[in-house]
């Protein structure tokens, strides 16, 4: 009898077990796609030869349909005087850092998203809404988003907008490397109008080395860093600068992947689901050994 | 005189000068939830892109679940470690947690840029995402405390089914419904009630995991891999703590005895899962050296140093005494303590330690977002009230020998 309503219980147990863990762990890996493409394109930031026109401003907001002031207004530099950030009305912006000494220029850092290598965004969002394309663009699905701006709360350079003040479908925003025109071959709207060629547009692996050519061939002008090389586990955008980035208020982060110590924790906790169903198994035996030492105690 | 405890629903007036002013707070509280629906979520917070996250999920989502604990501890301490002997504070906590997560998952969809899409979960998975387990976990186990709570209803109503109106030819049907459900879940009950203690473990543990991803972002007194870890104890630390709170607050307002010898039970159960999260906590920051932050005085290394006086240390040693946990006011302080330490920890953790680069405006909660904060706990709270009135819940002694020695009649 007791065997029997043992077993019963067991059984039962072990159903309820496997229901809560009906969602498999194949199908969980294979939620969000994270192929690193060799050939992934990025683009090499060259601060040192960017002037601050701020063509790239304008064209970015032509080429994702938001509205813009005419060109000629972009020839306004008063917008320097107040560090600026992207948000969800540009997805990208320039600043100015003043120079150090009378005879230099001052530096102007053109920031947008960094397309990283292993993006925050991209593990944290709950429903999987980015994702980081073989081309290395990372960009976002609005049939997907439910607006709940963990990406916002995870992203190490603080880059995705969300639209606070519309009350049906608000988006997030950032740099979606313009995904629509490279699929076409086309450059993205920011490379192609800059003056000054202070943007490279290639792929990553040859932008590294470009790069690393030009801070030997010019020590004097460039600092011995490419920002986004290794930065976070690495970023498609990366940055040349002749002062240390700090200076120029890029976050001082590590070579570890952002995500890699919440993926930790997350896969110990559910790995194949063997803890959670451990816990289960042993709170099942406690509670059984529980109840009959009761009973036998009542019979007694 | 013989009498035991079982519960009953309350028979008391419900509104009083108390009940009115916490309906006020919920009706300013909805006003500015219809704002927010109207108008978007810049039109009442002072959330930016630098600070996505607010009060809302601060207190109302992960303090809220954190105070919710006392329903999933005392099920482990009455079901599975079955202690018949707590059973008086078990039914109490189970409706604190069914209230508190229905409303932790309200504040969430209220919280949501598109809060029509808070079902995209289910059906889309990301596995590498913190939020979506806490997410998933905290849906399944709001259906498993509305399974726990439904014997509760068909004790209601079993027998006592009285429909208005030409309804009452469903009287019997109803009944028998009611009658076979409360068999069936008297069955399977236990799968629930462990499925639900499990849950809790997960998610409890999550929460903290979720801000793990915002590294450096995240002020180092708090930071730390093992903040799941912390999570899961301050919750387990809280649970007894909420349940005895709650309990004295409710026999004080429908002016019941308090169930003393029990909660001085849970009490002396609650110092030794403090101490245990303590030592994690210090441990934790000895060995990353973090305590070189305490010796700059600014609003992070302050609310640090209350958070663990304060919220820990301070009931830590009211709970260790014999004498305080027998007395309701020791119980009473010390318990409130160690809720505004899990609280302030919570808030720490999602607000105060959350240091964006590039702020331009610091922080601080609109009133609309604290007017919502506000009116959800009114709601909770006022719900809680109707509730215990309605279905057994608290316990009241039922003398079973009528025939008193001393006749007051008239004295
Ligand atoms: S910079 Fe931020 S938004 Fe862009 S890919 Fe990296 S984590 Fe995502
Ligand atoms: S706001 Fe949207 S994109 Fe960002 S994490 Fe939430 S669901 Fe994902
Ligand atoms: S790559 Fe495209 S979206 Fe990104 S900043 Fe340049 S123009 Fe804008």
């Known amino acids: 009898m007791v065997n029997e309503s043992r077993r019963k219980f067991l059984k039962l147990t072990a159903l309820i077990g496997a229901s809560i863990t009906g969602l ?129 709360v995870a992203c190490p350079f603080q880059i995705p907008a969300f639209e606070f003040n ?135 | 005189m013989e009498n035991f405890m079982k519960p009953a629903p309350i028979s008391k007036k419900f509104f009083t000068p108390g009940v009115i002013i916490l309906t006020g707070f919920a009706v300013i509280g909805l006003i500015i939830v219809l704002i927010r629906l109207l108008f978007g979520l810049g039109a009442v917070t002072n959330l930016s892109n630098q600070y996505p996250w607010g009060i809302w999920i601060g207190i109302d989502v992960a303090a809220g679940v954190a105070l919710a604990a006392g329903g999933f501890t005392t099920a482990a301490l009455g079901h599975i470690m079955h202690k018949e002997e707590y059973h008086v504070v078990v039914r109490p906590a189970l409706l604190t947690a069914m209230l508190g997560y229905t409303f932790v998952a309200l504040s969430v969809a209220l919280d949501l840029g598109r809060y029509y899409y808070i079902w995209h979960p289910l059906i889309m998975w990301n596995g590498n995402s913190v939020l979506f387990e806490v997410g998933m976990c905290v849906m399944i186990y709001l259906f498993v405390l509305y399974i726990e709570f439904l014997p509760i209803v068909t004790e209601r109503f079993i027998g006592r089914v009285n429909l208005p109106g030409f309804l009452k ?60 870890l912390l999570f899961l104890l301050s919750a387990i630390s809280v649970g007894f703590p909420m349940v005895i709170f709650e309990s004295l607050i409710t026999s004080k307002s429908f002016g019941l005895k ?91 953790n999602f607000i105060v330690a959350y240091n964006p680069p590039y702020k331009f405006t610091p922080y601080f909660p609109s009133i609309g977002e604290i007017g919502v904060t506000l009116g959800f706990i009114a709601l909770e709270v006022l719900l809680f009230r109707a509730f215990v009135m309605i279905f057994p819940i608290v316990s009241v002694p039922q003398y079973i020998t009528p025939q008193t020695k001393f006749s007051v009649r008239g004295a």
């Open chain 2, 169 to 228: 030819v469903f009287n019997n049907p109803v009944d028998k419904f009611l009658r076979l459900l409360d068999r069936t879940l008297n069955k399977v009950m236990f799968i629930f009630i462990i499925a639900g203690v499990v849950l809790s473990c997960l998610h409890q543990s999550s929460l903290g995991t979720l801000m793990v991803i915002a590294g450096p972002k995240m002020h180092p007194l708090w930071q730390t891999p093992i903040l799941p």
């Open chain 1, 24 to 152: 498999s762990p194949r199908k969980l890996k294979a939620a969000p796609k994270n192929i690193l493409d060799k050939n992934r394109m990025g683009v090499l930031v060259d601060t040192t030869a960017c002037i601050g026109c701020r063509k790239c401003e304008w064209a970015c907001k032509v080429a994702h349909n938001l509205p813009t002031l005419p060109l000629e207004s972009y020839d306004d530099r008063s917008v320097f005087r107040n560090m600026r950030r992207p948000d969800d009305k540009a997805l990208t912006v320039v600043n100015e850092y003043p120079a150090k000494r009378q005879e230099e220029f001052p530096i102007n850092v053109k920031i947008q998203c960094m397309h990283c290598d292993h993006p925050a965004c991209v593990s944290a969002c709950i429903v999987g809404a980015f994702s980081k394309e073989e081309i290395g663009a990372v960009v976002w699905d609005t049939k997907k988003c439910i607006g709940c701006r963990y990406c916002m």
């Open chain 2, 258 to 348: 308090p169930e003393l010898k029990v909660l001085s039970n849970l009490g002396s159960m609650v110092a030794p899962m403090l101490g245990i999260y303590l030592s994690f906590k210090i441990g934790d920051m000895v060995i990353r050296k973090t305590f070189v932050y305490l010796n700059e005085i600014n609003i992070e290394s302050i609310l640090f140093a209350i958070e663990v006086v304060v919220g820990i240390i301070i009931p830590l040693r009211i709970f260790l005494s014999p004498k305080l946990i027998k007395s309701p006011v020791g119980l009473f302080i010390g318990s409130a303590l160690v809720i505004f330490g899990v609280l302030l920890n919570r808030v720490n």
């Open chain 1, 166 to 300: 519309k009350a049906i479908q608000p988006e997030i925003r950032k740099c979606d490397f313009c995904f629509q025109r490279t699929k076409e071959g086309k450059l993205p709207a920011c490379v192609e109008i800059c003056p000054m060629e202070a943007l490279t547009y290639g792929k990553r692996e040859e932008l590294v080395k470009i790069a690393h050519e030009k801070i030997k061939l010019y020590p004097e002008r460039y600092i011995n860093h490419v920002y986004g090389e290794y930065e976070v586990g690495g970023t498609s955008w990366m940055y040349l600068a002749n002062r240390d980035f700090v200076e120029l208020q890029f976050p001082k982060l590590g070579k570890n992947p952002a995500p890699g110590v919440t993926e930790a924790i997350q896969h110990g906790i559910f790995a194949y689901f063997v803890p959670p169903v451990a816990l289960y198994a042993l709170l099942g035996v406690v509670m059984w050994i529980n109840k009959n030492r009761k009973k036998t105690v009542e019979a007694e």
